[in-house]
């Protein structure tokens, strides 16, 4: 008997033992690897990777010796267990169960070891996860300073994952590292997958298969963090703006407080509620929506295939046919006539969420190492709204038939191969760990980055000339070395290795013959940088040159951003650099001349001609396609840092030119997706959250732009003392009366009764958005201008329906235009100069604030 309960007894604890290792295996798994763990910023707990390292000869526990300011957290960033030879670690896991594998690299300069140095391979059991995986170039590659990759695992019959991490033997001195890893059961969200461009009976199941996340999108949503995610997940979903194709972004739209996100057949490991409560749509203007395509576009590795996870909540409808819309992904039908999507009649109902699972294989061909998602309204069945809606966005690489998930590593873009920037020397030592700086918001910025460097990518190849097999899409890092005195030296050399051959290089004598030797009769402007001149050269071209002052505090590095930034643009909508000159002691900069002057000038200027309601949106949509192309369709991120009126530039046919590229910031200095800087810029247009923090990003320029809005509209300066206090800043005051409700009483007298009520409100309601306080509230410059462009739209239509013609279009003479009603210029109080106006008709180009230091 007594031996019967010891066997039971043992039995018993055998299977509480075993309940309890089945727990602790189940449970989400944070591992601060070469460190003691702790809490990070969120309070969840890290504990150290010693207990599930199985061979630890050759691994170091070090601490990284510089702290990047985007890092969130110091654990688990802050330390990195390095390994000079194959190490293992050893994971208890429940067998038959999925597993999210997270793994968190921070490739900082650790003591004694060279991160560039560093290539490895990581597998997963037999699948391979990385492999010649080098984490500092593909970081300095996204511009960010850490790395986060994700992979699903799918499940095995094992009690244990082991994870090794192996150096390259192709490099001297290689080592792997890694600061941290997680582990998470979760339920299998894969099964049967609709393949694009084939039958049914090609469809894959991928419920066994290995993936990786390669972008997970909350469209037209916020960027939700891991601590806001679903299922105990931890998974982070970013903000979609940046991978909207081109200016048609539709409209962000967001449920209800009364509608109620139902799950029910649906896991709630799916999506966080947010996601279903949040869509990006076309809008209720049929007629407009069938005009064009709701289009993303994605860059990844080419011969794999690729799993496009669609995820719709209809909060609006809820009766089908209501909304129907066709889905194609890389132009191929994924959902489309007689097939297309309705999301009531695949739910059943308002507020029900649910997703659709897309394969799709990327070859390796010329252009097609991309993932293109485009949305269009369905007119078969005649649906009540031309309209199309998506909630959420993820795309995972599915595994070879070798379990084999490694891409390589991205290639420096032509663009950093010209500056002659050797990537792996940017980490070499302390002072340059600053290239490794990532997104205000942490890894947020990284797609963002991807994205814009996408957008660079795709300009290029339509231009023809991208090799396909080269990662050259990837963003700038590092500039041309600022290698002269401040000013005196002659640095031609420089200059022409910036300009690359894309601009004209003036001789002295050409530029003194061009201004009649600098005559001050010539004079036309005068800025930061120095006097700007009207020149004539070639035998009758006018230009405008900007000759530099000696005692300017920006001198040689204005000189140069403005040569590196213009020579590589062409826009529309940018005023174009002619050429430059750096000889004699002299630094000049020639470009086109915008024969009407700046858009302040016919704001409140009595000397200038007075713009229509129409001719003003239209130089807000063309500064707003100029700035959004800056942002996202140069070759790298560039902030123009000083938008106002004054460097508008109206050229003869009232077309708008952004211009004065001096104080702005490119793709090199984008580290954080923000950059840490000294404050510059015009007071009264100054992004109020880039003055606290002294964080420099693109939403800074759409902070400007707002005011600019608001100037378009009220015609008067931005700044004015002798105002009341509570009057004196134009964006505070505009902001004051449009929530009280009274904006229609400080809009400029002549354009009372003249605007159409919706226009103005649309208007306003962008301009509004723009000045909000913190950057993340603002909206893209992209979104800027789809609204503007739909306040013209309806501004047009009221015209139409009213019969009344603007006689201020775009498209009048010179003649008309000056021919209109001059504006008084009593309320003039602006800290801009205005300098020469002459009755001739001398243009002040380039006119800013006499005050180097107050830019």
């Known amino acids: 008997m007594k031996n019967r309960q010891h066997f039971w007894l043992s039995v018993v ?92 690299f921070y490739p900082a300069a650790y003591p004694n070891f060279n991160i560039s140095n560093s290539y490895f391979s990581v597998t997963a059991g037999e699948v391979t996860l990385m492999n010649n995986f080098s984490a500092q170039i593909t970081c300095q590659a996204l511009t960010q300073a850490y790395l986060v990759r994700e992979y699903s695992l799918a499940h095995s019959d094992s009690k244990f994952l082991n994870i090794t991490f192996t150096p390259s033997t192709n490099y001297t001195n290689s080592f792997a590292f890694v600061n941290g890893i997680e582990l998470i059961a ?99 203007i049929g007629h407009f929506n069938l005009k064009f395509n709701l289009t993303w576009w994605f860059q990844v590795d080419a011969n794999f295939t690729y799993i496009v996870r669609l995820h719709f909540c209809d909060f609006e409808d809820d009766s089908v046919n209501q909304r129907v819309f066709n889905v194609y992904i890389n132009n191929q039908s994924a959902q489309a006539d007689p097939y297309a999507a309705d999301i009531i009649a ?51 690489k599915l595994n070879d038939e070798n379990k084999n998930l490694a891409g390589s590593n991205p290639q420096p873009s032509s663009m950093l191969l010209e500056t002659g920037s050797k990537p792996n020397k940017s980490f070499h030592s302390k002072s340059n760990n600053s290239v490794l700086a990532g997104a205000a ?39 041309s070395p600022s290698n002269g005195s401040k000013y005196g030296k002659s640095n031609s050399s420089d200059a022409s290795a910036l300009a690359q051959g894309l601009s004209r290089h003036f001789s002295i004598s050409e530029i003194r013959q061009a201004t009649q030797n600098f005559i001050d009769s010539n004079v036309i402007g005068v800025g930061g940088f120095g006097k700007v001149y009207k020149g004539l050269i070639d035998g009758g071209t006018n230009v405008a040159i900007k000759r530099s002052n000696p005692s300017s505090e920006q001198g040689i590095n204005e000189f140069k951003t403005e040569i590196e930034m213009l020579s590589k643009l062409r826009h529309k909508h940018l005023v174009s650099l002619i050429g430059f000159c750096d000889e004699g002691g002299e630094m000049c900069l020639v470009y086109d001349y915008m024969a009407l002057g700046t858009f302040r000038e016919h704001l409140y200027n009595n000397k200038k001609a007075q713009l229509s309601w129409k001719q003003r949106l239209e ?36 077309v708008a030119k952004v211009s004065d590229f001096g104080l702005s910031k490119t793709g090199p200095d984008m580290k954080q997706g923000h950059v840490s800087t000294v404050v510059k810029g015009s007071f009264g247009y100054l992004d109020p959250e880039y003055f606290r923090r002294q964080q420099l990003t693109e939403k800074s320029d759409v902070y400007s732009f707002g005011v600019v809005l608001f100037e378009a509209l009220c015609a008067r300066p931005v700044l004015n003392p002798s105002l009341p206090k509570e009057q004196v800043s134009l964006a505070d005051w505009a902001l004051h009366c449009h929530k009280n409700g009274t904006l229609e009483d400080i809009i400029d007298p002549h354009l009372k009764g003249k605007i159409n009520p919706e226009c103005l409100n649309k208007f306003a309601d962008t301009a509004v958005k723009c000045l909000s306080d913190q950057g993340l509230d603002r909206p893209h410059m992209g979104d800027v201008l789809w609204n503007l462009e739909f306040a013209l739209q309806l501004q047009e239509s009221a015209d139409s329906a009213s019969g009344w013609i603007d006689q201020g279009s775009s498209t009048s003479s010179d003649s008309s235009v000056r021919s209109q009603r001059q504006v008084n210029n009593s309320s003039q109080g602006s800290s801009d100069l205005e300098l020469n106006e002459e009755p001739n008709n001398q243009i002040d180009i380039f006119s800013q604030l006499v005050d180097p230091k107050g830019r």
Request: glycine share 10%; net charge neutral.
């Open 619 to 654: 130089i807000c949509i063309g500064a707003a396609r100029g700035l959004h192309y800056l942002h996202t369709g140069a070759k790298y991120t560039i902030i123009h840092r000083d938008v106002k009126t004054t460097n508008i530039l109206l050229d003869e046919k009232c």
């Open 346 to 396: 695949w739910t059943g109902g308002k507020g029900i969420p649910t997703y659709k699972d897309y394969a799709i294989f990327v070859n390796d061909g010329p252009g097609d190492e991309m993932v293109w998602i485009q949305m269009t309204p369905s007119t078969e069945s005649k649906p009540q709204y031309y309209d199309s809606q998506l909630n959420g966005v993820e795309i995972f």
């Open 13 to 104: 604890w055998f299977a509480l033992i075993s309940e309890a290792f089945v727990l602790v295996s189940s449970q989400p798994l944070a591992v601060a690897c070469g460190s003691k763990g702790g809490k990070d910023e969120d309070g969840r707990n890290w504990e150290s990777d010693e207990k599930y390292l199985k061979s630890s000869h050759g691994s170091i526990q070090l601490q990284a010796g510089y702290q990047d300011p985007s890092l969130l957290s110091i654990i688990p960033y802050m330390n990195a267990r390095i390994f000079t030879s194959p190490a293992m670690y050893q994971f208890p896991i429940k067998p038959k169960k999925r597993y999210l594998a997270r793994f968190h």
């Open 441 to 479: 918001g942490g890894a947020a910025a990284s797609f963002v980055l991807i994205a814009l460097a996408v957008y660079a990518y795709i300009k290029r190849k339509r231009a023809g000339g991208a090799d396909s097999h080269a990662s050259s899409w990837l963003p700038l890092h590092g500039s």
């Open 186 to 284: 979760m339920p299998n969200l894969f099964g049967m997958t609709t393949t694009v461009g084939y039958d049914s009976s090609s469809d894959l199941d991928i419920s066994s298969e290995n993936l990786q996340m390669m972008f997970r999108l909350n469209v037209g949503g916020q960027y939700i963090p891991p601590s806001k995610d679903s299922g105990g997940l931890f998974r982070s979903w970013y903000n979609d703006d940046p991978y909207v194709f081109a200016a048609a972004m539709g409209v962000n739209t967001e449920a209800d407080e009364g509608v109620r996100i139902r799950y029910k057949k649906l896991s709630h490991s799916s999506a966080p509620v947010d996601v279903y409560r949040t869509a990006r749509a076309m809008g209720r």
